[in-house]
């Protein structure tokens, strides 16, 4: 497509649950980066790809919470044992990379955790 | 530790007049300044930006400008228009050697601007 796109738009989970989250970045995006969005507040860093490579995890809440881009394209966004706190948008983006500092953001998955 | 702040949760503007948002900062290692605007229900898309060495960057109807000693930027939107209602990012990207492309957002300013 020609947008990243994210899937599920909506997901709600029990506490305990496991939870994995998708993130189809633009063709050809070097860049992929994961943001967390609480209600009312604006997006904070998770963590950053560079094609395959996890460069900064520096964001991530806990050791609940895992990302991968095995093939540096496709990235997943995992959190077990989910627990309310966890209910946030989570949006992803993609760049070119290199020096390009504009990215390009997803619609997000709004989770929720019940 | 809200480093990017936008304290002004909201704004209201007639049409035609001019939108002033504003944008605090206080880590001085942040060396890029980028507005982001998103609409309910999709992701905020890029809007303009700003590099620290510049005061002044004009893209049509908006122009961001940045008080490096004040730790102060702003967007101007002049005129304003209805389809510019929306919620305003503003968000900073640390120096290059530390962390590229990991952009600390402030909480938003919601625009809404009446016709």
């Known amino acids: 497509g020609a947008g990243v796109s994210q899937s599920p738009r909506y997901k709600v989970a029990k506490r305990g649950q496991d939870v994995a989250l998708r993130c189809d970045p633009i063709?050809?995006?070097?860049?992929l980066f994961w943001y967390q969005q609480a209600l009312g507040q604006g997006p904070e860093f998770l963590t950053y790809f560079q094609n395959e490579a996890q460069l900064d995890k520096s964001g991530l809440p806990s050791d609940r919470f895992f990302a991968e881009r095995p093939e540096g394209s496709v990235s997943t966004l995992k959190i077990q044992r989910t627990q309310q706190e966890d209910s946030a948008v989570y949006l992803c983006?993609?760049?070119?990379?290199?020096?390009?500092?504009?990215?390009?953001f997803g619609s997000g998955t709004q989770l929720s955790v019940l | 530790d809200q480093q990017v702040k936008q304290n002004s949760p909201s704004l209201s503007v007639q049409e035609g007049r001019i939108s002033i948002l504003n944008c605090d900062y206080t880590?001085?290692?942040?060396?890029?300044f980028l507005w982001y605007k998103k609409y309910p229900a999709e992701g905020p898309t890029f809007l303009i930006s700003i590099s620290s060495i510049k005061d002044k960057n004009e893209d049509g109807r908006f122009t961001v400008f940045l008080n490096k000693s004040a730790k102060h930027l702003s967007l101007h939107i002049v005129p304003s228009q209805p389809g510019d209602s929306a919620v305003y990012f503003c968000?900073?990207?640390?120096?290059?050697?530390?962390?590229?492309?990991?952009?600390?957002f402030g909480q938003g300013t919601i625009l809404t601007v009446h016709p």
């Open positions: 968000a900073a990207r640390g120096h290059r050697g530390t962390s590229y492309g990991k952009l600390t």
């Open positions: 983006a993609s760049s070119f990379g290199g020096n390009n500092e504009k990215l390009f």
């Open positions: 063709s050809g995006h070097v860049s």
């Open positions: 880590n001085s290692m942040f060396d890029y």
